[in-house]
């Protein structure tokens, strides 16, 4: 049995309160406010017949937590120089920031080496993940994705009316692109590549991808989302964004949330032709939602190379030392690219998530291929060294 509800439904039905309620902060606001969730008879959030996640029956304040590792949030961050930039624009909070927004956009077009007309901001990426599956989905077709992926663009475009075609991740977990491309008819009005992947943290083939997006987007849209692109040392030359130049109808999103530190402040961005950008832009505005503080946290952060760099190698370390005490314990974890790690586990995931809490310890944990995963963010080392003497205690 499979119960399909609303957030205004799930609210009136009394779900959300005492357990429910605590558990609201789990999922992502992308996953919770605008699409619906559905639930088995077991209470799991269910994705896909391969995917499903496991909710705990109450969420302790993140303030009481010893490790919170279950919103792959980077600890570092923000930069000081992000942080400076929010003290000393405060005072500006009470007016619209439309001319600092396209001081934004011409630095964030400079990097990426395109026009400025082919980027559009949003308050993270996740709303423009959103705000690109309402605008393509209006009249229905179908979106291609790997199941499982990150589910935001996914469950919004269903609740448009889209058919949502999941192909499962190879045994590498990396993106089936052939069976992908093969499911390709004439009702897909887009195909969305999370790389690095999420919930997996897996990697596909660069040179393949590459191929493949710069043919495929000849037939239809590809949304590849980079999110945590920035934790690979050579970023740069994984992204498919230099296909943009190229006139190919592939629309890239980046996010500050993750190597930048900045999930809290809310910016994001896509650069894709300006055809897309338009037709979104005629639909919903995107940079309406960023706070005038957080546009110039987020220049400064784009200077702050440093901070960058002092994450990422820090993220390396702890992801590396997690790693190394999941093999100890013979747990084979899928290897990551990301600030997160995934492994399986044999316990049930609602019965691991409570005794981790009990310890002072959040993570998430998923059912992918009939197996139960636990996914861990990676915080600073001397969280990852709590998580790990926690799952000790938990699983061995």
Request: proline residues 4%; neutral net charge.
């Amino acid at each position: 049995m499979e119960t399909k509800i609303n957030r205004r439904n799930w609210l009136k039905a009394g779900m959300l309160t005492a357990g429910g309620l605590a558990v609201s902060p789990y999922f992502t606001m992308a996953e919770l406010a605008k699409a619906p969730i559905k639930f088995n008879a077991k209470g799991n959030a269910l994705y896909s017949p391969f995917f499903e996640e496991y909710v705990p029956k109450a969420f302790p304040d993140a303030k009481v937590l010893k490790a919170k590792l279950n919103a792959n949030e980077n600890p570092y961050g923000p930069s000081p120089k992000a942080i400076k930039a929010v003290q000393e624009k405060a005072f500006m909070g009470n007016r619209y920031a439309w001319t600092e927004l396209f001081d934004l956009i011409d630095k964030i077009a400079a990097q990426e080496g395109v026009d400025p007309k082919r980027i559009m901001m949003g308050p993270g990426s996740s709303d423009l993940l959103e705000k690109t599956a309402m605008v393509l989905f209006m009249e229905g077709g179908n979106i291609v994705s790997a199941d499982p992926s990150y589910m935001s663009l996914i469950q919004v475009a269903q609740s448009t009316g889209a058919e949502w075609k999941a192909i499962p991740l190879k045994k590498d977990w990396s993106h089936d692109l052939k069976a992908m491309e093969k499911a390709i008819d004439s009702e897909t009005k887009l195909v969305y590549i999370c790389n690095p992947n999420n919930p997996t943290g897996s990697m596909t083939d660069h040179a393949e991808l590459l191929d493949f997006c710069s043919r495929v987007s000849e037939k239809v849209p590809i949304f590849i989302d980079e999110a945590y692109l920035g934790f690979l040392d050579d970023a740069a030359k994984k992204s498919m964004v230099s296909l943009v130049n190229e006139g190919k109808d592939v629309i890239i999103a980046r996010t500050f949330s993750k190597i930048h530190g900045m999930a809290g402040l809310r910016v994001g961005y896509v650069v894709a032709s300006e055809k897309i950008v338009d037709q979104i832009s005629k639909i919903t505005r995107g940079g309406m939602g960023i706070s005038y503080t957080s546009i110039f946290a987020a220049s400064a952060s784009m200077d702050d190379v440093e901070f960058q760099n002092k994450s990422r190698k820090l993220n390396t370390e702890a992801r590396s030392y997690v790693c190394k005490e999941l093999d100890k314990l013979g747990y084979q974890y899928i290897p990551s690219s990301t600030s997160f790690v995934i492994f399986p586990i044999e316990m049930d995931g609602k019965v691991f998530l409570e005794k981790m809490m009990d310890l002072g310890v959040a993570v998430r944990s998923f059912k992918i291929m009939d197996k139960t995963w636990c996914r861990v963010s990676i915080g600073t080392m001397d969280e990852m060294k709590i998580f790990t003497s926690s799952l000790k205690q938990v699983l061995v």
